[in-house]
């Protein structure tokens, strides 16, 4: 396929010296497409030799017959200061501020990072989707209501695998939907076609600098639009509403409510996508569509329901209202969103490790609540200095029995004692040991023990007609090294009963 900005960028690179900061699940096909160009790489990560995922990485690329400089463990950097690289392809979580990157910028290397470079290499429309909340169920469903349109879909970015090393077999006809994190999007200098901020709630404060530099990152999906552009914005957030402000294309809001899509005015470029007597409505100049009920929409909540508003705004334009009500009634949820596993002695078992902060767990909650459903709460991971504001009225609502175990164990612990408000409830708490990872070998067991204890605590608690439910409140990076393996160990463990 006909990409000229691929083939200037191929010849271009070829013969040139790249290193690629931390070799993760993007980073490795990036290894390999570069080395397919004839880039010289030195791949760099704060991980030793003897880690399992660096080990499996170095037996992939020899089987494969790739060639590059590896520079690992402590002084991984080190090449950045000795040696002159025309790329750095850095790592979403390093700051640029990292002296050992501005030495390597002063020395005229190029900045930049796999996203960024596909982004801007991509011949085909984007659909980028960030947020505090909501992002990958709505990145999935604009993707499978896309799909069900009849468009070649490509699914990536923190969802669906990584995909530049693909941008050569991708057309004009084509359509790439992302999920971008404020990580990515922090220095990110392009913009997606269209871009949907979810909301914003105080998030990773464990990097960023403060709460106005993750707000910032998150504008970077929209902020280098052209005036064909197209902007989704959260109308009931505040913050998602003031983003209008710096929009140069198209703004569409959404929210369950109309009142809080007008907020803007009734400027004739905007659209509005609502909620009314249990239907959805799509708005534009005065003239209203009725898309569906809200009953057609199959996973449960409210959040869910904001989820496919967002989406809607969206791909309004791309695909027909029937796409749309067909993949309402059929999408069955996200793997690791209250997931349903098992079902015994009349208990049954979610899985909703996703739940990375306080206000996923409160949304979690609330879609509980709101099926009718009660039982028990096993939660804990590691903060990234999030509000839990309302986090244990919420629990409590549905879960009054709480197994802990994780890092922010006793936050979660203090937030259901302010809030309780007199009601009862039992809570138990697991020791949680700094160090103990699921990666590595030695201590592989005692993160399976706990989880083990965890989950059969839980069912001496529950009864029949009860749920248990895995609601982390945390990241995983306390002993996991995504959020999918600690919801797959999960998984495991429960089916092993």
Not at 106 to 113: F, I, Q, R, Y
Not at 144 to 162: C, D, F, M, R, S
Not at 235 to 245: E, S
Not at 397 to 411: F, Q, T
Request: hydrophobic fraction near 35%; glycine fraction near 8%.
């Amino acid at each position: 396929m006909d990409n000229r900005k691929l083939i200037r960028f191929n010849d271009y690179a070829k013969g040139k010296r790249a290193a690629v900061i931390g070799i993760g699940i993007s980073n490795r096909p990036l290894i390999k497409w570069l080395y397919s160009m004839g880039v010289h790489i030195t791949a760099c990560d704060k991980m030793g030799e003897e880690d399992p995922a660096i080990k499996a990485v170095k037996d992939e690329f020899k089987s494969e017959n790739i060639n590059v400089t590896w520079s690992l463990g402590d002084g991984y950097l080190e090449p950045l200061l000795k040696e002159k690289f025309d790329f750095v392809f850095k790592t979403p979580k390093m700051r640029v501020e990292t002296p050992e990157l501005q030495e390597a910028v002063k020395k005229g290397a190029v900045l930049t990072s796999e996203m960024e470079l596909f982004i801007d290499l991509c011949p085909a429309t984007i659909f980028g989707i960030t947020g505090s909340d909501g992002k990958t169920t709505t990145t999935t469903l604009v993707s499978e209501i896309l799909k069900h349109a009849g468009y070649k879909v490509w699914l990536g970015g923190n969802i669906g695998t990584p995909l530049l090393d693909k941008v050569g077999e991708m057309s004009s006809e084509d359509m790439v939907v992302l999920e971008l994190s404020s990580f990515q999007l922090l220095n990110l200098k392009q913009s997606v076609d269209v871009a949907i901020v979810t909301n914003v709630t105080p998030n990773h404060l464990d990097f960023h600098k403060d709460y106005d530099e993750y707000i910032s990152s998150k504008t970077n999906i929209f902020r280098y639009q052209g005036a064909t552009g197209k902007l989704v914005l959260n109308g009931k957030c505040d913050i998602t509403y003031d983003m209008r402000k710096i929009a140069r294309g198209r703004v569409s809001y959404f929210a369950l409510k109309r009142e809080d899509t007008v907020r803007a005015g009734e400027d004739a470029l905007n659209h509005r996508i609502y909620t009314k007597d249990g239907k959805i409505f799509y708005e534009k100049n005065g003239q209203i569509t009725e898309i569906m009920a809200e009953d057609d929409i199959f996973i449960p909540g409210k959040h869910n329901v904001e989820n496919f508003l967002a989406a809607i705004g969206a791909v309004h334009g791309y695909v027909s209202t029937k796409d749309i009500v067909a993949v309402a009634k059929e999408f069955k949820g996200v793997e690791h969103r209250i997931e349903f596993i098992r079902e015994i002695d009349g208990v049954k078992f979610y899985n909703s490790s996703i739940d990375t902060s306080p206000n996923r767990t409160i949304n979690t909650m609330n879609a509980l609540e709101g099926r009718g459903m009660h039982g028990v709460l096993i939660a804990g991971g590691a903060d990234k200095k999030c509000n839990y504001e309302g986090l244990g009225d919420a629990i409590l609502k549905v879960c009054d029995r709480v197994i802990l175990y994780g890092s922010n164990a006793d936050l979660v612990e203090d937030i259901i004692s302010k809030e309780a408000n007199g009601r009862e409830y039992e809570l138990i708490k697991l020791e949680s040991v700094d160090g103990d990872v699921y990666e590595f070998e030695n201590t592989r067991q005692a993160v399976v023990d706990s989880y083990r204890t965890a989950i059969n605590k839980a069912r001496e608690l529950a009864r029949p007609g009860d749920i248990i439910i895995m609601s982390n409140v945390g990241t995983s990076y306390d002993h996991f090294r995504h959020f999918e393996h600690r919801g797959d160990m999960f998984k495991e463990l429960v089916n092993e009963l």
